[in-house]
Every structure is written in structure tokens, then in C-alpha cells.
């Protein structure tokens, strides 16, 4: 699989820069995947209608980290197939 990772901390930020350079880095056309540990509306912009944003649906669960990510779906194997799947 060919992929282009991005990342996009302030989409204010990316959005304030020219549309050649915006272009640039998420190609009109191109299918985009989001990850995000927070809610995938902070995403959807990105995306666009054709893209897909993978994040948080609900909060407030305590347990170390690599359970959590275990239980939420935030394993390699998960992110992988998502994308596969586009």
C-alpha cells in the first residue's frame, strides 16, 4: 500500500496557507484517511465527502494505554484494514 502520512495539528493553521500549498499536501482527488484520538468531526474538513476519519466516539474509560487502544480499535491491524477498505 502507497500512503502519504500528514500531520495536521491546527487545521486553522493549514487552512490560513495558499490553496497551491494545501493542494500540495492533500491532493484534490486523493482518498484521505483521518486518525485522531479525539472526536473525527475535528477531521471531516480534511477528508472531505470521499475521505474517512477513524476517532473517538465516547470518553471517560480509565485503563493503561494499550488496553484502551486495544478496546477502541487504535491497533495496527484495525487502522490498516480502514484504510485498505477505502
Given at each position: 500500500m502507497?500512503?502519504?502520512?500528514?500531520?495536521?495539528?491546527?487545521e486553522?493553521l493549514?487552512?490560513?496557507?495558499?490553496?497551491?500549498?494545501?493542494?500540495s499536501?492533500?491532493?484534490?482527488?486523493?482518498?484521505v484517511?483521518?486518525?485522531?484520538?479525539?472526536?473525527p468531526?475535528?477531521?471531516?474538513?480534511?477528508v472531505?465527502?470521499?475521505?474517512?476519519v477513524?476517532?473517538?466516539?465516547?470518553?471517560?474509560?480509565?485503563?493503561?494505554?494499550?488496553v484502551?487502544?486495544?478496546?477502541?480499535?487504535f491497533?495496527?491491524?484495525n487502522?490498516?484494514?480502514?484504510?485498505k477498505s477505502?
Amino acid at each position: 500500500m502507497k500512503v502519504r502520512i500528514v500531520s495536521v495539528p491546527s487545521e486553522g493553521l493549514f487552512r490560513s496557507q495558499s490553496k497551491e500549498y494545501q493542494e500540495s499536501i492533500i491532493p484534490a482527488g486523493a482518498k484521505v484517511f483521518g486518525l485522531t484520538a479525539g472526536l473525527p468531526v475535528t477531521l471531516q474538513g480534511l477528508v472531505g465527502a470521499n475521505g474517512k476519519v477513524f476517532g473517538m466516539e465516547s470518553f471517560g474509560f480509565s485503563a493503561p494505554y494499550k488496553v484502551l487502544d486495544e478496546k477502541l480499535g487504535f491497533t495496527p491491524e484495525n487502522v490498516y484494514n480502514q484504510v485498505k477498505s477505502m
